[in-house]
């Protein structure tokens, strides 16, 4: 067990706390939902889902976070502007949890960061994400949106080590005249979360466990990552069959604690459909930490 020396800063996004000593916090598990070849989803264009299936999912999310006393986000994933739209204000209206707008194209990022500041849920909202590709652009609209939270991706594709990871952060790695922490900063954000990037399990995907550890200690600002992308990936799991791919099922579970038990303050666990699981894992986790940390 450990405890950092500096300052770990602490903020809260629609009533829900990230950042803070290990074992002092509980760890905010976040879902993924409406992601490429989720089947709630009738149609990617326009975001429509099949009938009830959005609502269905986020009230499993809410029960598995009140069974276990886990606080969570939700990220919603889109193609189109128009399914983003859709996406957000639908869960803008069921759930006060955090919203994550997450997207490959920018364009469609930045339609999410408009609707939030018009329908005016920005402070509910994270964009999802600032990576070494973001644009002046990109980041004078985020700053013209309101939105104050946002994730910061620390994939560094000309090193996928720690250092790569932290030198992006810091000084942009080589690829951008300052690191994501003063773009971000000089974008509007006050509520930065870092990610440590984990890509696929051939990538050095553990790298992100210690760049957690790194980040908290060198900013003191929350950190976590997606752990759950190296177990897609992972070659042994992809050889079981039949009756034993429920393996995968319980590997998975533990990549959601991974993170935790590096010190990580949010867990980007998957499909929201594994809520359950990756809820009760983290609680027992966290419990655990909490009984490490209890005389430090």
């Known amino acids: ?28 598990m976040v879902g993924s939902m409406c992601y490429p070849r989720h089947t709630i989803i009738e149609d990617r264009t326009t975001g429509r889902c099949h009938a009830g299936s959005f609502e269905r999912l986020l ?24 399914a983003m739209e859709m996406h957000l204000r639908r869960a803008a209206d069921i759930t006060s949890m955090p919203l994550f ?21 920005s402070e509910r909202v ?13 980041l004078e609209a985020i700053c013209d949106s309101g939105i104050t939270a ?34 971000a900063r000089k974008a509007g954000i006050t509520r930065p979360l870092i990610d440590t990037a984990v890509m696929a399990a051939e990538q ?10 790194v980040s908290k200690a060198k900013w003191g600002l929350p950190s976590g990552c997606a ?25 998975d579970t533990a990549s959601a604690i991974m993170p935790i038990m590096a010190g ?18 983290a609680s027992f986790a966290d419990e655990m930490m909490e009984q490490a940390a209890a005389d430090l």
Request: charged share 20%; with cysteine; aromatic share 8%.
């Open 227 to 251: 752990l759950h992308n190296a177990v897609e990936s992972y070659s042994p799991l992809a050889a079981l069959k039949d009756e034993e791919r429920k393996i995968y099922q319980y590997v």
């Open 150 to 183: 946002a994730v910061l991706l620390a994939f560094n594709p000309a090193d996928l080590g720690v250092k790569g990871k932290i030198y992006l952060l810091e000084d942009g790695g080589g690829l951008l005249p300052s690191g994501l922490v003063e773009l």
């Open 264 to 281: 990580g303050d949010f867990v980007i666990y998957g499909p929201i459909e594994h809520a359950r699981r990756a809820c009760h894992a």
């Open 1 to 28: 067990m450990f405890r950092f020396k500096n300052q770990q800063f602490e903020f809260t996004i629609s009533g829900v706390r990230f950042g803070g000593q290990p074992g002092r916090r509980r760890t905010v």
């Open 204 to 213: 050095g995907a553990g790298a992100a466990l210690r760049a957690i550890i």
């Open 59 to 82: 009230a499993l999310k809410s029960a598995a976070m009140e069974e276990t006393s886990t606080p969570g986000g939700v990220m919603l994933f889109a193609e189109t502007a128009e």
């Open 126 to 138: 994270v964009y999802n994400s600032i990576t070494a590709g973001v644009s002046e652009r990109e």
């Open 101 to 121: 707008i997450d997207s490959p194209s920018v364009d469609v990022r930045l339609v999410g960061a408009r609707i939030a500041h018009e329908i005016g849920i």
